[in-house]
């Protein structure tokens, strides 16, 4: 607050008359010339707020002087004051800290009403509520995760297929003074002999040099990926700035033959023909489908109900899963995962919002927390266990997703519809 120079100030009172004898007749007023300081002043140990409906402001705030206009019902009262009082600095408030807070009481406080929230999900009267979301929520989570990471693998399978079955075999035959510089990219060598060859400045993708010879070969700044030598013989042959680390040589002899500047860094094995835009683009149009799903689902969600928009959404879930048997090649798992995810956003939506409105709101955070770090721990079983079964018949993911998925929307069943709870 603004320290004030004035303490009290004494009232003037003009339009006087003679029979008045001083005092503020009716239609008169007041002037005040004072800085104000608080929205609240005190007249003769009296608090007068300026906002009474007695007191008006007028529209002269010049140099820091107030006109106080007082009604004429008003007049009487001001007669006998005298003295206008202005308070002074505010007293500062000391905020008293009780001695028995600590850290360690503060976080055991917090830990013990963690607990209480906790155990006030699973008890009554929400216990068969609880139990049948968890159920739900896992359900959901296995399934859908569950279905996500194997169409990624199963894609990275099919492409695999498709690369091999493209592979360009040789076999038994003799290169001689021949220069290689021009990327050599899945091929399969086998009983080849070179002689006074060079490859220089090339990419070595996907190629197996199986039982072959080299005599008086140069490999240099050469990169490879996925590139072996097997049962291979090397006699006189130098490698100059290249990637070939031993690991590439498989039961091979080497005679007389150098390694000079091996690349350094990382010497895994990447795969180039893994390529990030091309998995962007086919996570793209399962993305793309969500936003549709999550417009078109907050309209129906009041209309039809919750309970009605997520089962019916795990019943189309678990019988799209069914359809993943004619998904041959790339093109039809990715319309596959975009109508996949579509379905899935209803029943997500519908599950966030039952499950919010079903808790009354001391005990909602933490409930959909409990909710939300079970399903997490779902997905990730999923992803091992769908990861893990890339190999197998597909007949075997689609049936433990499918079932899955239905389990779940029979436990919707049993759920009570929240769209009329006040929240």
């Known amino acids: 607050m603004r320290k004030t120079h004035t303490r009290s100030l004494r009232l003037q009172a003009f339009k006087t008359s003679r029979r008045s004898r001083g005092r503020p007749t009716p239609g008169s007023y007041i002037t005040i010339k004072h800085r104000f300081t608080d929205p609240v002043q005190y007249v003769h140990n009296q608090l007068i707020p300026l906002t ?34 202005v308070p002074g600095k505010r ?7 009780p001695s028995n807070r600590g850290i360690l009481r ?24 609880t139990l049948l979301l968890l159920v739900v929520w896992t359900t959901m989570s296995f399934g859908f995760y569950g279905i996500s990471i194997w169409l990624h693998e199963y894609t990275k399978v099919i492409e695999e297929n ?13 290169f001689e003074d021949k220069v290689f510089n021009s990327t050599i990219e899945n091929m399969h060598f086998t009983n080849l ?3 006074n060859v060079r490859f220089v400045q090339i990419l070595i993708n996907h190629c197996t040099f199986y ?17 072996y030598f097997r049962n291979c013989e090397f006699h006189h042959t130098e490698f100059l700035d290249t990637d070939l680390y031993p690991y590439k040589f498989q039961s091979c002899s080497l005679f007389s033959s150098y390694f000079f500047n091996i690349k350094g860094g990382c010497d895994i094995d990447f795969d180039v ?31 039809i109900g919750r309970i009605k928009t997520l089962g019916i959404s795990l019943v189309l879930t678990g019988i799209s899963v069914v359809f993943l048997w004619f998904a041959e090649t790339k093109e039809r798992i ?29 005990i909602r955070a933490t409930s959909y927390g409990i909710f939300a770090a079970l399903s997490r721990l779902a997905a990730i079983l999923s992803n091992i266990t769908f990861g893990s079964a890339v190999e197998v018949p597909k007949l075997i993911p689609i049936i433990i997703s499918s079932a899955v998925l239905l389990t779940g929307a029979v436990c919707v069943t049993r759920l009570p519809e929240t769209k009329d709870y006040l929240v």
């Open 52 to 85: 009474s409906p007695h007191v008006t402001f007028s529209s002269e705030f010049a140099k820091g002087a107030t006109i106080l206009r007082f009604r004429r019902s008003a007049a009487k009262a001001l007669e006998e004051l005298t003295e206008l009082e």
């Open 91 to 97: 007293p500062t408030v000391h905020v008293s800290i």
């Open 106 to 129: 503060e976080m055991l406080r917090s830990l013990e009403g963690c607990w209480n929230n906790i155990s006030g999900v699973f008890s009554s009267p929400h216990t068969t509520l």
């Open 162 to 174: 498709n690369f091999v079955s493209r592979t360009v075999k040789q076999a038994n035959l003799v």
């Open 193 to 195: 002999t070179f002689t």
């Open 211 to 227: 039982n072959c010879s080299f005599t008086n070969c140069t490999f240099s700044n050469i990169r490879t990926s996925r590139t």
């Open 273 to 303: 023909n893994f390529k990030l835009s091309e998995l962007f683009y086919e996570n793209l149009f399962a993305q793309l489908a969500i936003l549709p799903g999550s417009l078109i689902s907050s309209f129906i969600l009041d209309r």
């Open 334 to 362: 990715i319309a596959f995962e975009a109508t996949f995810t579509f379905l899935s956003v209803f029943g997500w939506n519908a599950l966030d919002v039952m499950s919010t409105e079903a808790y009354p709101a001391n």
